[in-house]
């Protein structure tokens, strides 16, 4: 079955620490990708995607991503994290499979920058 | 304004009744999504359909019923069969089933 992981479940950072998101998805085939950004009381936000193309993929608010087809891994980047930065991330993949693409999500890294 | 409207935001119900979330999106996207969120859980696929009148099981569907009969609607029931239904709900459509999605403010749903 398809599947995305997500290896971390909390990270705390100081401000202007870099991060590093790790994203891994079950198996090949033609996918697309993306990481979206739930902040407090907010609802889920598109951070970046990643169709076809240059593999390093790059976002809003300084977020990039790098698509290594060969390790089915599309880690979240940013050089300098800020305090508002504190928010829950998600990795999400669509397998094109038999027409039916099914939009699955990882479980979420739970990020606290602190000042 | 464009964009997925879900309601209510809170809603309470009696354990082994019926409860009709209701999902709307005037974005004239094809593809309606359904989530179901729990903490460290992250986003678990209940439903979804690409087209009017056509829908899949997601990974959890049991316990979960949906319909299709217009493109801009997608509502969800939850049943009494389902045995945890407490949780947050997300809706979401997308372009043609292939591209980000966008997603609503959520129900939150309490059972007693």
């Known amino acids: 079955a398809q599947s995305v992981s997500q290896h971390n479940h909390h990270v705390i950072l100081s401000e202007a620490a870099s991060l590093e998101l790790g994203c891994n998805y079950s198996y090949g085939g033609t996918v697309n990708l993306f990481w979206y950004v739930q902040y407090p009381g907010q609802h889920l936000q598109l951070l970046l995607k990643?169709?076809?193309?240059?593999?390093l993929v790059k976002g809003i608010k300084g977020f990039e991503a790098e698509f290594i087809k060969s390790k089915f891994s599309f880690n979240l980047r940013k050089p300098s994290v800020q305090w508002s930065d504190t928010a829950e991330y998600f990795c999400a993949v669509i397998w094109f499979s038999g027409g039916y693409n099914k939009l699955i999500f990882g479980a979420g890294t739970r990020l606290a920058v602190h000042p | 304004d464009g964009g997925i409207t879900q309601s209510p935001k809170y809603l309470f119900r009696k354990e082994g009744q019926n409860v009709t979330l209701s999902c709307e999106q005037n974005?004239?996207?094809?593809?309606m999504y359904w989530y179901r969120q729990d903490p460290g859980q992250g986003l678990r696929l209940i439903y979804y359909s690409q087209i009017v009148n056509d829908f899949q099981k997601g990974d959890i569907a049991e316990g979960y019923s949906v319909s299709r009969e217009k493109k801009e609607s997608f509502p969800l029931t939850v049943t009494s069969a389902q045995k945890n239904p407490t949780a947050f709900y997300l809706c979401?459509?997308?372009?043609?089933?292939?591209?980000?999605?966008?997603f609503g403010q959520g129900t939150r749903l309490t059972v007693v």
């Open positions: 990643y169709f076809s193309g240059d593999p």
């Open positions: 979401a459509s997308s372009i043609g089933g292939f591209t980000e999605a966008f």
């Open positions: 974005l004239n996207h094809d593809a």
